[in-house]
């Protein structure tokens, strides 16, 4: 087909998180621009099986860019070229015939791979248990109106809890901080009457668990912001910084 | 043979009189028990985390990295509940009814009325966890009128309503996680259940980073494994979204209901080749206010498709808005069925646009004029730029191009009213279980289903089957869990043995194209014939000719699809021997012989009102059919009509 690209990959492969990786170069022939970078990836696998080689293992799912599943460092930037996109949602038209594209993982301490492009996240997981919540069982609850909401907030929560936990903040972080990423939830719950409750106790837990991770510090470059695929706000760590800090000085409530 | 165990009585009161009969667990006990929960959507979550809060045991596993991965999160469009906050007649048995006759009337009565039922509870759960629905300017929750429904009842959150629902149960399970009521078995993959004395004891899974084959137990075990669509290769769902765990259920006892029932989604984004590995939904909601048209002439079409005319060419005279021309009540907003079928068979009048031909449009320029960009931007705008990222058009410029897709799985595994398999112990929940949408699933209705089954039905009916057990743990050197582990085992060497020439994705591939080419939108007798002898070939052809790399002890990719694959390959017979069974059109399941005169869908309710519900008999052997009979006493079967 006309308008089909050759590129050259260099791929960080690594077996395991016991050896040490290196970069493989190969060649991607005869690439439509319609195909998604991990489509890309899926011919390039094809023909590894096909010689008998391990394939390049990646993260993936949902490959709408909803799952937070994907992943990748591509030329130096996580999820690729172009802004508020995951690397599912990147299309090779974004590419030009003749390039030579760098493929790493996400590379932080808290974030160790686990082979190839794949990396293990679940220190995320690990945040959210520590209090990514509203204490509530179910049933017994109000009828959902009988909290009205103005609209400005609950639209303000909404895009805070639009995070899809993919990690590319902390990859873009030279300090690796997490701390986009925890903000997000923290302020969905600090913004939402339903959330006052244990605003602050809340911020602690998550803060002293995201701190235990390893995850580094923040120092306000907004590298994070500026890769974010979803567009969470600089403004979400502003507001936790001030539920951690009011939750310092006053110890409304202990973590629990 | 089959007792479905629905309660006697009035409708309206089946649930709650049943609600009372069903034993209970003391609470001092329920910690005596262990639940085994497999998948973590909006079914998996919600039954596990209301599940440890009554005091169970749980564990929980996902064959993804977190939890709150699962494919319910790519849900767009919303979620139903009887509410009837906006006071336009939305009532409990409305929204019974319209799912009935939605899923033309292959659906069991009292599970659809009980769905309804407790659809009003479940908008209060997520709102008080902290779901951020749409809301109006005087702070209610708002709604929209979804997939052709005459009253608005769905509550969404933008478009993405299911990742919104599936964020509230994963923090529910974080919650419990974090008490230590629930452990959460990531990267792992159910391949295979384990029974002891016909009841369901435990599963094998394999660890998807270390390789490691183990055994776990319980006293019951939950399959919350979503729906499997990739049988046809390509779908809108995750590429991990897989029948394994339902089926190695199905191969120890669980029947398999009405498998070949699925859906075809009108609107997705069309295949631009070879290389697709999925279909992108653009959400129902479009059709609110897109148009649907193709050229009227088969020449014209050629033309467009050459490039030899420009879309703006076409005048109001030249297009055929073939929804609105058929269907004058329902226009754009038929069910999903109806407006599959009829893109399908303009498409193959030759009528189709896009570079393949193999699309129709979906056309917003009305509604801009209408309403103004900007209330379209409002309305769809992350839709819209989904779109434009995918196709590179612009679709406030031009129409959108759409073909359908497959996208849900009615069939599934048999339950009874409790949920529960025909192997005691085994529950379904979710997309999973067969239960509640007949042959057809109306637009809103499965999130609606998965927290139902999740949050409100499990909760209830599994402690009627515990407390019959005694408080003895379940013995883990009991030598089925070895028995088991070692075939599982046994199967993963298989795989590995396997150095052919083929990739497991060619065959998976080979495998849709049959499915879709002759068990898709329509189907018929000669074709469903074709298509089971090329599947059992196909079936010989991986089992000699496959290659899948790597070893057992690492993360194995190649590993992970052929297991996925080789399932499939057995489950795609079984629907396409579903299929021939079925000599009736009903829902999503279109038999080409059995059609009115206008080429509508015409049911048989005389030979065909039952669930096939199919027992496996070993390998190679025909499997068995049994019939649930349907028994409808508070509606009247109507053909559907959406003229
Ligand atoms: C693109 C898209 C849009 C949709 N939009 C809507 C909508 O707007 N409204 C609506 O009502 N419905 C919608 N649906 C349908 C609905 O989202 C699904 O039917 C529903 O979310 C399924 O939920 P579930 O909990 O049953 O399964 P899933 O969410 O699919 O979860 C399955 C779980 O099982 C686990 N699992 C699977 N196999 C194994 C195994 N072998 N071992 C271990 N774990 C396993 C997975 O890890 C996952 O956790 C949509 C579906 C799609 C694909
Ligand atoms: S804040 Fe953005 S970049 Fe960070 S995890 Fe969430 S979605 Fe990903
Ligand atoms: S694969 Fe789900 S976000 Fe990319």
């Not at chain 1, 008998?52 to 994907?70: A, V, Y």
């Not at chain 1, 605003?199 to 974010?228: H, I, K, L, P, W």
């Not at chain 2, 009532?91 to 009814?97: G, K």
């Not at chain 2, 048209?293 to 420009?310: F, N, S, Y």
Request: hydrophobic share 35%.
């Amino acid at each position: 087909m006309s308008g089909n690209m050759n590129l050259t990959l260099k791929v960080w492969r690594q077996k395991n998180d016991k050896t040490r990786g290196k970069f493989v170069t190969y060649q991607a022939t005869n690439i439509s621009p319609d195909m998604s970078f991990l489509e890309m990836l899926d011919v390039v696998n094809e023909e590894l099986v096909r010689k008998g080689e391990d394939p390049i293992h990646f993260d993936h799912d949902c490959r709408e860019g909803i799952c937070g599943m994907c992943s990748l460092h591509i030329n130096g930037r996580p999820h690729g070229p172009k802004q508020g996109t995951t690397t599912c949602q990147l299309h090779m038209r974004s590419f030009h015939d003749g390039q030579t594209i760098v493929i790493e993982p996400w590379r932080s301490a808290a974030f160790p791979v686990i082979k190839d492009l794949a990396v293990d996240r679940s220190a995320f997981d690990r945040i959210q248990q520590a209090g990514g919540y509203i204490n509530v069982n179910t049933g017994g609850v109000p009828d959902a109106n009988a909290i009205p909401i103005p609209k400005k907030v609950a639209d303000e929560a909404f895009e805070s809890a639009t995070c899809i936990a993919c990690g590319a903040c902390v990859a873009a972080c030279k300090n690796a901080s997490a701390m986009l990423f925890v903000s997000a939830k923290i302020s969905q719950y600090a913004l939402l009457p339903q959330g006052q409750t244990e605003r602050y106790s809340r911020a602690q837990a998550m803060v002293a668990q995201m701190d235990a991770e390893g995850f580094g510090s923040c120092t306000n470059t907004g590298a994070c912001e500026a890769e974010c695929p979803v567009g969470i706000k600089l403004t979400n760590i502003a507001r936790m910084n001030r539920e951690y800090f009011t939750a310092k000085i006053f110890k409304q409530e202990e973590p629990h | 043979m089959l007792d479905s165990k629905v309660p006697a009585g009035p409708l309206a009161e089946k649930w709650s009189k049943h609600k009372f009969n069903l034993k209970l667990v003391n609470p001092a006990n329920k910690r005596k028990y262990t639940i085994i929960v497999v998948g973590t959507g909006l079914a998996g979550s919600s039954a596990a985390a209301s599940l440890a809060e009554l005091g169970y045991n749980v564990k929980a596993f996902c064959y993804q990295d977190s939890p709150r991965r699962a494919h319910s999160i790519a849900a767009q469009g919303g979620i139903n509940a009887a509410k009837n906050y906006q006071n336009d007649g939305d009532s409990v048995f409305r929204l019974f009814y319209d799912t009935i006759k939605g899923g033309d009337y292959r659906a069991r009565e009292a599970n659809v009325y009980r769905l309804a039922e407790v659809s009003v509870n479940i908008i209060d759960q997520c709102v008080a966890q902290g779901v951020p629905f749409a809301r109006e300017y005087g702070g209610l929750l708002d709604n929209r009128s979804f997939g052709g429904a005459q009253v608005s009842r769905t509550f969404y959150a933008r478009g993405q309503t299911g990742q919104q629902l599936l964020l509230g149960a994963y923090s529910a399970l974080n919650r419990q996680i974090n008490k230590g009521t629930v452990k959460m078995y990531n990267r792992h993959e159910m391949l295979d259940l384990v029974t002891i004395d016909g009841h369901a004891r435990g599963i094998i899974t394999r660890n998807m980073v270390t390789g490691a084959i183990e055994a776990h137990e319980g006293h019951a075990v939950l399959l919350c494994t979503g729906g499997y669509g990739n049988v046809f290769y390509l779908s809108t769902n995750a590429m991990g979204c897989n029948v394994t765990a339902a089926w190695r259920a199905h191969k120890r006892g669980a029947f398999f209901a009405n498998p070949c029932y699925t859906q075809i989604h009108p609107t997705c984004i069309p295949v631009t080749g070879d290389h697709q590995s999925k279909l992108t939904l653009m959400s129902e909601s479009l059709r609110n206010d897109g148009r649907v048209w193709v050229p009227k002439t088969v020449e014209l079409a050629q033309k467009l498709r050459k490039g030899e005319i420009k879309i703006s060419d076409l005048k109001e005279e030249d297009r055929d808005y073939y929804l609105e021309r058929k269907y004058p009540s329902f226009g754009n907003l038929v069910p999903r069925d109806v407006a599959s079928r009829n893109a399908k068979e303009v498409v193959d009048e030759g009528r189709g646009v896009g570079a393949s031909g193999i699309a129709v449009y979906l056309d917003f320029e009305d509604a801009i004029k209408r309403l103004g960009e900007d209330t379209v931007r409002a309305k769809y705008g992350n839709l819209f730029d989904m779109y434009y990222q995918i196709t590179d058009e612009n679709p406030y410029k031009q129409p959108m191009r759409i073909y359908p897709a497959v996208h849900y799985t009615m069939g599934g595994l048999w339950v009874d009213y409790n949920l529960m398999t025909t192997v005691p112990g085994l529950y379904a929940l979710g997309e999973c279980n067969f239960s509640d949408h007949g042959a057809n699933r109306l637009g809103a209705s499965a999130l609606m289903q998965g927290l139902a089954d999740g949050y409100f039905v499990i909760p209830y009916t599994i402690g009627d089957y515990l407390a019959g057990l005694g408080f003895d743990p379940v013995d883990r050197n009991h030598p089925e869990f070895e028995k088991t582990r070692k075939t599982v085992e046994d199967n993963v060497q298989r795989l590995l043995s396997l150095k052919g020439s083929k990739t497991v994705d060619d065959i998976h591939k080979k495998l849709g194209h049959i499915m879709w080419e002759y068990c898709g939108m329509a189907r018929n007798e000669a074709g469903l014939i074709k298509a089971k002898g090329q599947i059992q070939e196909l079936r010989r052809e991986f089992w000699s000719d496959v290659t899948v790399l790597g070893e057992n002890e690492e993360m194995n990719q190649s590993l992970e699809k052929a297991g996925r694959v080789a399932d499939f390959l057995e489950l795609g017979e079984l629907m396409v021997d579903d299929a021939l069974n079925r000599r009736e059109s009903c829902g999503g399941h279109f038999r080409e012989e059995s059609q009115t005169e206008e080429g509508e869908a015409k049911r048989d309710d005389e030979n065909f009102k039952y669930v096939a519900a199919w027992e496996y008999r070993g390998e190679s052997q025909p499997e068995v059919l049994h019939k649930e009979p349907l028994e409808f006493e508070n509606v009247k079967l109507t053909q559907r009509s959406y003229k």
